[in-house]
Structure formats: C-alpha cells, structure tokens
C-alpha cells in the first residue's frame, strides 16, 4: 500500500500564493527577480530574517512559472532528524524501520513536476545534508529501505534565515551543498528598509482581518507614522500579529498610536528614542544586482568539490575525471582555498 503526504489545503495543487504587496524598490526588484527565475528549473535559495516573506517567495516562484498546476510541497527541515526526515524527504518502504507499517512516498516524490520547498535548510544535520547532496547531484531519490531509485522532477527552492556562508565557513554546513541550492539567490528586504511599503501593508492587512470576520478598522495618522517610524525585529508577521492585537482591543473603527504604543511596550518606547538621535531609515536604492545567478567562479569551485568528494579526494582521479593535469588541479584548489582533508594519493 502507498501512502502519500498529506497536504494541507493551502498546500494543494492549484492553491495560489497570497499577494506579495509594497511599491518600495526592493520589492519591486524581488517581483522582477521571480517572475525572471520562475521560468528556469534551476535550484534556488531564498535568504532573508524571519518573517520578511521568504515561504510568500517559494509559493510565488510557483505560482508565476509552468509548474503552477503541479503540487508545490513545504518541508520544514528543523522538524525532524535522522531517520524520520529521510523518510519525510525521500519516501520509505513498509519495515525500513520500527514503526514504518507501509510505504511512504516522501515529499520529493508527492511533489513530482512541482516544487518542494525546503524551508528552514540551515537547521539540516549534516549526514541528512549529505544525503540531500547525493539526491540533488544524481536527480534520483531512494527511499529508505529500498533498493529502487525514482528520478525526482521536482524543483528545488530552499530557504534560510541563517547566514549560510558563515555556517559554510564553520563547518557546519557543506560547502558543495551550498553551491548546489545557490544557483539563483532572491533575499527578502527587512521590513524597517522598505518603510515605504508600511502604510499599505497595513491598509492589505486591516481589509484582511475585516474579511476574516474581524471588525474593520482604520489607522489614524499618527498611527501610521508610528508603525514608519518603529523598527519591526519580527518583519511582515509582527505587523500583521499587531494589527489583529489593535483590531480586538480597539474600542472604535479607529486604531491610535496609543494603543499601538501599549501594545507594542517598552519595545515601541525604546525603538522611537533610538529613531529620535539616528539616521531617517531609507528604502534601499534601486540600483542593486538583478537576478543573483552564481558566477562561473562559483560553479568551478563547487564542481571541483564535487569531484573531488566523488573520488573519496583523490587528486589524481579527480584531475583525470575533470581533463585536466594533476598541476592544474592543484592550482584551482589553492587558488579556491579548497582545503583537503587527508592525503589519499
Ligand atoms: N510582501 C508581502 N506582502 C504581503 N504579505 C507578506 C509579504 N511578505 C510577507 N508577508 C506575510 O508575512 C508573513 C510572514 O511571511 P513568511 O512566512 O513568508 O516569512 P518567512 O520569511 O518565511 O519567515 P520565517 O523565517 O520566520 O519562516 C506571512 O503572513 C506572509 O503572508
Ligand atoms: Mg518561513
């Protein structure tokens, strides 16, 4: 028997994304990078702080390319370890392990011709980085278990609110694999660097509340100003978190920088007084990089870490496989900083 993942409602094929509002030049930059990137089914890698829009990103990349019609699967990698996530991720087959009474098909394969969003990937242990490595360089996924391997058509969009090249540069998080989800970058803005955006962020999220069945309020001008003025730690969530706060306690349709202010405590208090002696918080200018592909630099050096992990880090197999000489090898690798550990040959 086959068992396959359930999937929420908003997870269902054909569910569309909630919009991805604001008018500020990040924004408007991160559309044009999606619409761009939907159309391609190279891997990438969604970055951003917590709560700025990041899954709101995957769902959008989706939706806006031609695998909208095809299921588009969320897997949170900090909610499982070991053999649990394997089985999440690549499927298992009835006996693999205790409690496996019958096949799973895993999310890999649940979101064949769609997406599968790997939220959450900096908080992957590393011999289930090793495994997500194997899958994504052979496009094959083997299910616990078995012997059988089924190739995967899935795209792959991961997402972090870790600084992966720091985890990279401790160790704790695999150089190749990081290489191999970073092939398109998109990176969600804070909130409190596209300021702009505020006021109808919140207009969007008042009308939302109203059509949940909440009391519809409006934001009284100094209200708004405040909510510009604050520096939202939490991003896009904490604004919406407040305003479904303001809109209960409120006793009138109109929402005051007071009782924003006592919702926000000592927080709101102290965010004003350091806005007060710093700099005006601007929108970032619109003259970053489009699209952030990996440079040909990149893709050599992940190459190279591959090969070389593929020949157990022999040089010599590795400059044979790669056409070049064992001298040239070893020039990129000190060129790349690419430390080996032990000496094989
Ligand atoms: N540009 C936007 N327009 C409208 N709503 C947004 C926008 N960006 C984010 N949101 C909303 O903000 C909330 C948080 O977004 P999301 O869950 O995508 O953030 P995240 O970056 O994945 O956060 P975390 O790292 O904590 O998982 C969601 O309710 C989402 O719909
Ligand atoms: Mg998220």
Redesign the pocket.
Known sequence: MKATPRLAAADAPHARA?????NSPA?VRLRREIERAAQFSSNVLVT??????????ARWLHDAGPRHSEPFIPVDCASLSGELMASQLFGHVAGAFTGANCDALGCFRAAQGGTIFL??IGELEPPMQAKLLRVLQERTVTPVGSYRSYPVTARVVA?T?RDLREEVRHSRFRGDLYFRLHVIHLE?TPLARRAS?IPL?AE?FLTQLAAEGLPQCRLTPQAIELLCRFAWPG???QL?NLLEQAVIEAEAPSLSADLLSALLGDEAAERNAAWDSAETIVDEPTALPKLAWSTLAEVERAHLLQTLEHTFFNRSAAARLLGITRQALLRKLERYQIDLPTRRD
């Not at 909630?18 to 604001?22: D, K, Q």
């Not at 951003?48 to 990103?57: A, D, I, Q, R």
């Open positions: 909630a919009p991805l509002l604001g924004v951003g702080p917590s709560g700025t829009g990041k899954e709101l990103v939220d959450e997402a609110n969600t955006d962020l969007a991003n896009i969530r919406r």
